[in-house]
């Protein structure tokens, strides 16, 4: 289970616990439109892999060198909160592996791209995207890169935002979001298992 930070993984710890799956992360960014939170020029991820979104990148009208200085901002940033959230530690293994990839939700469905992405030059056995709420766009959009998508919520409106679907919305911090990940270490220790990595 590879859940993207932050609001991703207090969602993918639930899932892993009712599963008893190994809990990793997948860092990934949006590279934002500005003036709308829920738009995306496109996605990075911690692997270097980057899609974009060549709507909107033509509709704004970006130079190359405009497009180029906004991914290295994001890049930057996935660099950063790789160390935070895995130190040194590389890549964790999934070849052959059936992978549930999970966001706590799909706007644009560009972030979640990049993440199929990633972990697909990964060789997995199956990629499952696993979402509480996606917007129709972003379903069919991710639906082109993973193997199945599942989503308990499909909004169909044409301004979606994922926080309209949560009674109480805010933004994980790192601090909730690691915790999370220690919770989950410690019940697998507790249940007799070692994180991945450490078999």
């Known amino acids: 289970m ?12 639930e899932v892993a616990l009712a599963l008893k799956a190994d809990l990793d992360t997948v860092i990934c960014r ?28 033509k509709k704004i009208g970006f ?15 996935i660099k950063e909160r790789s160390l935070l959230y895995k130190g040194e530690q590389p890549l964790v293994r ?3 592996k059936t992978v549930i990839v999970i966001d706590d939700g799909l706007a ?6 990049a ?16 979402v509480p709420v996606a917007s129709a766009v972003a379903v069919k959009q991710v639906e082109k890169v993973a193997d199945r998508v599942v989503t308990c919520n499909t909004g169909f409106m ?18 909730e979001a690691i915790q999370c990940l220690k919770q989950w ?14 078999e």
């Not at 405009?66 to 901002?73: A, D, M, R, V």
């Not at 044409?158 to 790192?174: G, H, I, K, L």
């Not at 270490?185 to 450490?198: D, H, K, M, T």
């Open 2 to 13: 590879l859940a993207i930070p932050n609001g991703g993984i207090p969602v993918a710890l």
């Open 30 to 57: 949006k590279i934002p439109i500005l003036l709308n939170p829920e738009g995306s020029l496109g996605a990075a991820a911690d692997d270097g892999t980057i899609i974009l979104n060549e709507e909107a990148v």
């Open 63 to 77: 130079s190359r060198q405009q497009l180029e200085y906004e991914i290295s901002k994001v890049r930057a940033e």
């Open 94 to 96: 999934v070849s052959g």
């Open 108 to 113: 644009s469905g560009y972030t979640m791209t």
């Open 115 to 130: 993440a199929v992405e990633s972990v697909r030059l990964r060789r997995p056995g199956e990629i499952v995207v696993a």
């Open 158 to 175: 044409p301004r979606f935002y994922v926080s309209d679907f949560y009674r109480y919305w805010y933004d994980v911090s790192d601090e």
């Open 185 to 198: 270490r410690l019940e697998r220790y507790r249940a007799g298992f070692n994180p991945p990595g450490e």
